[in-house]
């Protein structure tokens, strides 16, 4: 196998599983990996649907 | 750190003052309700930094709207430093209302007067010393849009939330008064903060104040029995409204004294509104308006100079510039700068071909066809999306967009539709998350399950390279029409589609009534060029992060899977179709044999089946998946090398053998299928339940079956039109006697 080969798998298997990767991790945290006019927004969608609040 | 909160009316500039503030670039819009989620950013010129809190625009804090209950409970609970009231000073009475309400919550306050270079431009002057000694708040003139006061603003709230603010009231009627006086010493007796807003609101009978002060209640409803007022009766709420205007009439009305004394001044937005808000015109003049921004963006031959003058006086064929200004007609700016994008992308590719030409096979066909093929042909419409995006955000930061909800309010009421519910399926032309989240403004249940379902099919920026690619196939292989008209008209398939669906769901299981619309029309303005460029440089940045992630690992795998077979053991471009996705494409493609991609493509059907299932990761994969497909190929189907991009997904699909119908039907299907995982994602978000959210799926599915075999037959055979026609009357007729006969259980 050349070197070429070698870099090439590597640097395949690094952005495939880094991708996956941050997918999961921000799924985790409960960050969405969409956000095109929200991409500023500091809090998650879900986390202020969320958002009941209460009076006192 | 202190936490300052800024509120105010609907488009009163809270987020422009915001961006001011923090340097953000949050997204603004000339209509109201565009935040409808609080949003964080800090302020940074002080020696401490400061949080700022943009809040979603509201009326008042009684709790009509859910983004009214965002607004309340986070002063009320997260009880903010300092609460700045942003106001549109050109309409200053009406702004005020809230003032009045925030007047009563114990919390520091500054009064920020916005818009005040349109008060200036008007001649109108505003006393804001007389203000600040009758509202006992700082007033301070601001432009936020010009960055005007923003200094002085933040210096006099810091220098006021230190200190400690007790709320009063603007209410003068004295037996009033004197029923707000008693609540609020009985809650002060309960340990209750904010005596005094708890205290009106409870007066006013808030349904909120009541299910929390059941111990209280009796009290209002003791008083409420010794006293009628005229005019009112017992509805205290309304009586308690009309006493803060008057309270802002008598005492705030005077500060502004006007140039103009007339009550009403016909304005150039009013006008202006004559014609773009006609009863009749004003939908022609929207559909015309939408056509000319997809000539500008698409057209290769701009505004038809090509066949207008004599050849040869706008054609550069055969010139060095060819490539970029067309040949026949001149380019549009979206397809000019689209076809210099081409000649970048190709002169890279090209030269790593060159780099890799020595090694082995799979190396140059992964890096070459696989990601470059995949990534460029995305790349390639970059251009025209930013110019697309380019005019609607013209339209949107001028305020027409606002008009266009409405026009369709006016048009489509009776079927059950408001204009509230179409101004996040309009946001779904740029992204259909933020435009799902957006229907939370929307009060009524139903129908924001219903407008939830159809913003997919308002096409999305990640739609473009798939309307873009195949209709330039289609001109291309077919010589039919221009790019511009078949992506204009598929764009209007999928906004009838919309309204086709929604219509039946209001008929059927989402039946209801439709909510009320008032819309302030925020006046027109010219678009701010530091807006458009943020935003065209955040959809930049964001195209750019999706091609170079998702993007490039989806077509990674596309490749790696299309050149394996179930042993893995490496394939040739031409045994593609022994491969692990060839495979698992042929399984599926049978699927789509209705839709005319499927299994009548001799072997080629599980390309376009591939495609559309990829789709569902990122829309922009569907082009991708094409492009690195085809890039591998086209080699094999005819005697030519292509330097992939979006040329050789036209190749390939000329190549194919798909028919005319066949790739209107893809195109439709793709629009109007599941989106991608993020919308997906974003929907089952804002679904009241699973069974919801299930229902939600199975209809996407359903609709872009139904629409897309119909393209396909209609298209193939004219006469199967009469058999949809047949369908859709029966399937009215049934609704309608259904209705009818529950109508009349009901009575």
Request: one cysteine or more.
């Amino acid at each position: 196998m050349q070197p070429i080969e070698i870099i090439v798998i590597v640097a395949c298997v690094l952005i495939v599983g880094g991708v996956i990767f941050k997918a999961i991790y921000d799924k985790k945290k409960g960050k969405s990996s969409c956000c095109c006019d929200c991409s500023k927004c500091t809090k998650c969608y879900k986390k202020d649907q969320n958002d009941g609040g209460e009076n006192n | 750190m202190h936490r300052f909160a800024l509120a105010g009316n609907p488009n009163s500039g809270k987020t422009t003052l915001f961006n001011g503030l923090t340097g953000s670039t949050a997204h603004v819009g000339n209509w109201p309700g565009v935040t409808v989620d609080k949003r964080e950013g800090v302020y940074k010129k002080f020696d401490e930094p400061i949080a700022i809190v943009d809040l979603p625009g509201i009326y008042s804090l009684s709790p009509y709207t859910p983004e009214e209950v965002i607004a309340r409970n986070y002063i009320l609970d997260e009880k903010p430093d300092c609460v700045i009231n942003i106001i549109d000073a050109t309409n200053l009475e009406r702004n005020l209302y809230l003032t009045t309400q925030l007047l009563e919550i114990d919390v520091p306050m500054v009064l920020a007067l916005n818009m005040m270079d349109a008060v200036e431009k008007r001649g109108d002057y505003i006393d804001e010393k007389a203000l600040e000694n009758r509202l006992g708040i700082p007033v301070v003139k601001i432009s936020a849009l010009k960055g005007e006061g923003l200094d002085k603003l933040m210096e006099r709230a810091h220098q006021v939330c230190s200190v400690i603010r007790y709320g009063k009231t603007v209410i003068e009627d004295v037996a009033l008064k004197h029923l707000i006086g008693d609540i609020k010493i009985a809650l002060e007796g309960q340990g209750v903060s904010n005596p005094m807003f708890h205290a009106v609101k409870l007066a006013e009978f808030d349904e909120i104040e009541v299910l929390m002060h059941k111990d209280t209640v009796n009290m209002v409803e003791a008083f409420k029995k010794s006293h009628q007022y005229d005019g009112f009766g017992d509805d205290f709420e309304a009586l308690i409204a009309d006493a803060r205007y008057k309270y802002i009439t008598k005492y705030f009305s005077p500060t502004l004294k006007r140039k103009n004394k007339e009550k009403f001044v016909v304005t150039p937005s009013d006008k202006a509104d004559k014609v773009l808000t006609h009863k009749i015109w004003g939908i022609p003049i929207f559909l015309v308006i939408l056509f000319t921004i997809f000539h500008l963006t698409f057209s290769e031959n701009l505004f038809f100079l090509g066949g207008l003058l004599p050849e040869g006086w706008v054609s550069f064929e055969g010139t060095a510039f060819e490539g970029v200004f067309g040949a026949g007609g001149i380019n549009s700016p979206g397809v000019m700068l689209m076809s210099l994008v081409e000649i970048l992308t190709t002169f890279i590719s090209d030269g790593v071909a060159t780099l890799l030409a020595t090694s082995p096979e799979w190396v140059s066909g992964l890096i070459c066809d696989g990601v470059l093929g995949g990534i460029f042909a995305i790349l390639g419409f970059l251009p025209q999306i930013l110019v697309l995006f380019l005019f609607f955000s013209i339209l949107e930061d001028s305020g027409y967009m606002a008009r266009i909800a409405f026009i369709l309010d006016r048009a489509l009421r009776k079927f059950g539709l408001s204009g509230r519910a179409f101004l996040p399926m309009i946001m779904g032309f740029g992204c259909s998350v933020p435009a799902m989240i957006n229907t939370r403004t929307l009060a009524d249940e139903k129908e924001k399950i219903a407008t939830v379902r159809v913003i997919p099919f308002f096409s999305c920026g990640a739609k473009l390279p798939i309307l873009t690619a195949v209709s330039g196939a289609i001109v291309g292989y077919f010589g039919v029409g221009n790019v511009d008209f078949i992506t204009y008209g598929m764009y209007l398939i999928g906004m009838i589609t919309a309204l086709v669906a929604v219509v039946l769901m209001r008929e059927t299981t989402l039946k209801g009534d439709t909510p009320p619309f008032i819309m302030e029309l925020p006046a027109y303005h010219a678009p701010q060029l530091w807006n458009l460029v943020m935003l065209l440089w955040d959809k930049a940045k964001h195209f750019i992060h999706k091609a170079f992630t998702i993007i490039l690992a989806s077509t990674i795998i596309i490749w790696v899977i299309s050149h394996f077979s179930f042993s893995w053991n490496y394939l040739s471009d031409d045994l593609m179709h022994q491969s692990i996705l060839g495979g698992l494409g042929q399984l599926i493609q049978p699927l789509f044999t209705p839709l005319g991609f499927g299994s009548q493509l001799n072997g080629m059907g599980w390309v376009f089946a591939v495609a559309a299932i990829t789709g569902l990761i990122a829309k922009e994969n569907v082009v991708s998946t094409l492009g690195t497909l085809a890039t591998c190929l086209i080699g094999t189907m005819i005697d030519i090398e292509s330097d992939g991009g979006v040329g050789a997904v036209s190749i390939m699909i000329a190549n194919t053998g798909i028919t005319l119908p066949a790739l209107l039907a893809f195109i439709a299907f793709n629009m109007t299928t599941i989106p991608c995982f993020a919308a997906v994602a974003a929907a089952k978000g804002e679904m009241p339940n699973k069974k919801k959210f299930n229902w939600t799926i199975v209809f996407w599915v359903i609709t872009s079956y139904i629409v897309a075999s119909a393209l396909y037959l209609i298209g193939t055979a004219w006469w199967t039109a009469f058999l949809y026609l047949a369908v859709a009357i029966v399937a009215i007729t049934i609704i309608k006697f259904t209705n009818k006969k529950r109508e009349k259980i009901g009575k």
